[in-house]
């Protein structure tokens, strides 16, 4: 069994051989040891390289990360399912771990003096085999509001209200 070690600057420390025995008699067990040896030290080292980029990176004090985003339809070409299919395509840009799985539906409109506003939720759970029906959800509430006085080739708006449960 061999031991590698490497301090946090990346300078490994000697590698040290429990039977060297074995490797003396065979050439072919001393070539494997080597190239497993030359292998371990590119992984650390680019693990380290990596964790110090990250380091770097993430550490930094207000530092802006891209947001994807989609292009939102124009108020004319707006439908209740056209808006459905719109906040289907905005949550394929979110990042979020396969195990999490969301259903979204319309909830209702609101007609104001100057607009119409369209309600709808999308719920997130995480159900498994043992507990198909989760015990907790999160959900995010999104508002399309369609203009009656802005021209309809303007885009739509969209507010998005984030909630820790549902019920």
């Not at 607009?115 to 939720?121: D, K, P």
């Amino acid at each position: 069994m061999e031991e590698l070690t490497s301090n946090v600057e990346g300078k490994d420390a000697p590698v040290k051989a429990v039977d060297a025995s074995m490797e003396a008699e065979d050439p072919a067990l001393e070539a494997i040891r080597k190239a497993a040896e030359s292998i371990v030290k590119n992984v650390i080292r680019d693990a380290i390289y990596t964790i110090r980029h990250l380091q770097k990176t993430e550490a930094v004090p207000g530092i802006k990360y891209p947001v994807p985003n989609i292009t939102w339809m124009k108020c004319k070409d707006f439908t209740v399912f056209n808006g459905l299919a719109q906040i289907e395509d905005y949550l394929k840009t979110w990042e979020l771990h396969e195990s999490w799985l969301h259903w979204t539906n319309y909830i209702s409109e609101e007609e104001l003096e100057y607009s119409t506003r369209y309600f709808y939720r999308v719920r997130w759970s995480i159900p498994t085999c043992r507990k198909p029906i989760p015990r907790a959800t999160a959900c995010v509430y999104f508002v399309i509001e369609i203009s009656k006085i802005r021209p309809s080739a303007r885009r739509v708006s969209i507010q998005r209200k984030m909630a820790q449960r549902c019920d």
